[in-house]
């Protein structure tokens, strides 16, 4: 049974600071994995998708890596801004099914 | 171009009533997908919807049902609604199942 992962579960940084976000699963057999960001109240903004043959995407300030074999993603943010501050949710398709099996999310707080 | 679009936003409702949520998908989209999010938690998986029939279910009982109609919106119906369904409920469309799914803005449900 697919299990998703995600440390820490809460993450508080001054502005400007890098930052890493890290998702771990247990079966490596998956379709891709994608990172979604969530506002208070708010649904799900895709944030990054990486199909299983990637290693890495990027976007502006974000980077998200995959290592299938080791069962482990992180999200990178360069130069955190307070308006960064949100849930960070990992998601993984399980081989080329429909759905998706989420992580519990790291709560995300940059202070000005 | 209007993404996915979900009502009500919120609602109330008493133990043992009926609901049902309404999902219209991104333009271009023929697959529905359901999640149901816990206050804190990931979202978990209910269903999926493609040519008007259920293609996949997640880990949810009987009292959890859908319908999906010719114009590709959907209905999640839930039956003697338990305490434990207070919930945020998320419906997510993509261009088949293997496509990236872009989510809406959920319907609160509460339940007294």
């Known amino acids: 049974k697919q299990e998703v992962t995600q440390i820490p579960a809460a993450l508080s940084v001054p502005e400007g600071e890098n930052l890493v976000l890290n998702c771990s699963f247990t079966?490596?057999?998956?379709?891709?994995l994608q990172w979604f960001r969530q506002d208070p109240g708010k649904g799900l903004t895709s944030l990054l998708l990486?199909?299983?043959?990637?290693r890495e995407q990027t976007s502006g300030r974000l980077n998200a890596s995959l290592d299938k074999s080791s069962g482990r993603s992180t999200l990178y943010i360069a130069a955190s801004q307070p308006g960064d501050s949100a849930t960070y949710l990992c998601a993984v398709r399980p081989g080329n099914t429909g759905k998706l099996i989420f992580g519990q999310g790291t709560t995300l707080q940059v202070k000005p | 171009d209007a993404g996915v679009t979900q009502s009500p936003t919120h609602l109330i409702k008493t133990r043992g009533q009926q609901v049902t949520l309404r999902c219209s998908p991104k333009?271009?989209?023929?697959?529905v997908s359901w999640y149901q999010q816990a206050l804190g938690q990931g979202p978990q998986f209910i269903f999926q919807?493609?040519?008007?029939?259920?293609?996949q279910r997640g880990n949810f009982p009987d009292r959890f049902s859908g319908h999906q109609f010719p114009n590709y919106s959907s209905e999640l119906n839930v039956n003697a609604l338990l305490l434990g369904d207070s919930a945020l409920y998320l419906c997510?469309?993509?261009?088949?199942?293997?496509?990236?799914?872009?989510f809406g803005d959920g319907t609160r449900l509460s339940i007294l």
């Open positions: 997510a469309s993509s261009a088949w199942s293997n496509q990236p799914q872009h």
């Open positions: 990486i199909q299983s043959s990637q």
């Open positions: 079966d490596s057999a998956i379709y891709n």
């Open positions: 333009s271009g989209h023929d697959t």
């Open positions: 919807y493609y040519e008007e029939e259920e293609r």
